[in-house]
């Protein structure tokens, strides 16, 4: 529950929404009892990007691109901190804090998300072809409707979690750590396989090298096609656009930093409600207030380190097998079979025990995406709504949260038969991409000038961590003009 918050009285008027209540500064739990958020933004991170895209890319044109994924990944770490940062400090969301800033630039991102999340459902359909495969079950069909009954099936046992769940995200939290076990626990052993394992010189040499694509340039059968795929994998070397922003709301509803105050989604069926204001908090300038603060965001680098580090393993290793399985026979994953071209590899090499193995963990990769993506952006629905529009607060966030469960399921269980898994994926990378280019740039006003002009100045972030967000925003930015005048004018800079 909530911590319960010993009042002041006092208020502080920030921005074009009410003011923030004036609290003090919840003391630091310690490493482990506020441990979770990041594990869940590193399961939900081993998507699309990880299974799909950078293998495709590693398999189908060698060492040309897989020098730039590590600093890829690396670079959302930087994205995440500024999300999670206003987070911890007001106990605001994501939404709420665009819209306190201005309510025109948060509708336009609130569009985008829309548009976005209108096609999640190829990721549990994406998983769906893995879990297909391992159990040939039912018998005899073939692979698009096999996929589909084992993608309704497992919406249908995570709506059910959603629903019967105590507290939504402590379900969110446990299986998404036992995601991210399943996961490496299976690379790892997938990747000591001999034949994996003799290639090492070879990937390493090309993984740990960023500025070949810059010496070398794009590669001589590059595919103007594969556009779309090489931005979707930059944008998804981690999570990517609104995937970030979910980070946001699991951090509010682990009661991190200010969040302590605000309560927890919980089910209408078995949990009792409990209290999510719809703005949040602020804090008075005392020694106590300063040091319990700067323990939550040493802790916030942690967690955020956690979930880019587990992340970049992951998708290192899955592009390593793509070089050691794929590359040699000139193979790269597609269709409704997506997860299937290396799964037949081990089983060749290993066995059914290998098959199994490597399609237990492709399961696991895109199966609890639509188990999170669900969950998180019925949050930022209801965040947006409850503080948009003046209506909004008539219904409580959970009633919101529900309403956009339901919503979110119908849509994912229609759009799920209209296209393949990638065609659905890589629209939402796109879109997604644009995303971080526009949102970022209100996230470092937030952090960087409004905060600290009305909170106390140490909530300042250092300006080396200043001039590290803008460039790494400036390049968001530029990467994104560049792909809209390819892909609307057909004007050729890196593609």
């Known amino acids: 529950m909530s911590a319960q918050p010993t009042e002041t009285g006092k208020t502080l008027a920030v921005g074009s929404l009410g003011p923030l ?106 998983g769906a072809t893995a879990l297909f495969d391992l159990t040939k079950f039912p018998p005899g069909w073939a692979a698009r409707e096999g996929t589909l009954f084992w993608a309704y099936l497992v919406m249908a046992v995570f709506l059910i979690g959603l629903v019967f769940s105590r507290v939504v995200y402590n379900l969110i939290e446990k299986f998404m750590t036992v995601i991210v076990a399943v996961t490496v626990v299976g690379l790892v052993i997938s990747a000591l396989h001999p034949t994996v394992l003799a290639t090492a010189g070879s990937f390493f040499a090309a993984y740990l090298n960023p500025i070949a694509i810059f010496v070398n340039g794009m590669p001589a059968k590059w595919d103007p096609k594969d556009a779309d795929t090489l931005l979707t994998g930059i944008a998804f070397a981690g999570m990517g656009g609104f995937f970030n922003v979910m980070y946001s709301y699991w951090v509010r509803d682990k009661g991190l930093g200010m969040a302590k105050y605000a309560g927890r989604v919980t089910s209408p069926i078995t949990g009792k409600p409990e209290s999510i204001p719809a703005t949040g908090f602020a804090f008075e300038d005392t020694p106590e207030n300063k040091k319990n603060y700067h323990d939550w965001i040493k802790y916030l680098r942690i967690d955020n380190a956690i979930g880019v580090g587990v992340n970049a393993f992951t998708v290192m290793l899955m592009c390593w097998l793509a070089w050691a399985i794929l590359l040699p026979k000139g193979q790269y994953p597609g269709g409704w079979t997506i997860a299937v071209t290396q799964a037949q590899f081990f089983e060749q090499a290993m066995g059914a025990i290998g098959r199994i193995i490597f399609l237990l963990a492709a399961a696991a990769f895109l199966s609890d995406s639509w188990l999170g993506i669900t969950d998180a952006v019925s949050r930022m629905h209801s965040d947006f709504f409850r ?109």
Not at 60 to 78: T, V
Not at 105 to 121: E, N, P, R, S
Not at 432 to 440: G, H, L
């Open 21 to 126: 209540k004036i609290l003090a500064v919840p003391a630091f739990v310690g490493i482990w009892a506020a441990m979770g958020p990041g594990v869940i933004w590193a399961a939900l991170a081993q998507g699309s990007g990880e299974l799909i895209w950078w293998p495709y890319l590693t398999a189908k044109y060698g060492a040309a691109f897989i020098g730039i994924l590590l600093p890829a990944c690396l670079i959302q770490y930087w994205v995440n901190q500024e999300i999670i940062r206003y987070t911890a400090t007001t106990g605001e969301t994501f939404f709420t804090g665009l819209i306190r800033l201005n309510k025109w630039y948060a509708l336009l991102l609130w569009v985008m998300l829309v548009i976005t999340f209108a096609w999640f459902g190829g990721y549990a359909a994406g």
């Open 387 to 495: 503080n948009f529009f003046p209506w909004g607060q008539r219904l409580s966030f959970r009633s919101w949260y529900y309403i956009f469960v339901a919503i979110l399921t119908i849509v994912s269980g229609t759009t799920v038969l209209m296209a393949q898994p990638g065609e659905l994926l890589l629209l939402g990378g796109v879109l997604n991409f644009i995303s971080m280019a526009i949102y970022m740039p209100g996230l470092i006003y937030l952090n960087y000038k409004v905060i600290p002009e009305k909170f106390p100045a140490w909530t300042k972030p250092a300006n080396i961590t200043f001039w590290i967000v803008t460039i790494i925003t400036a390049f968001y930015i530029v990467l994104g003009i560049i792909y809209v005048l390819f892909r609307m004018f057909g004007i050729r800079i890196i593609f």
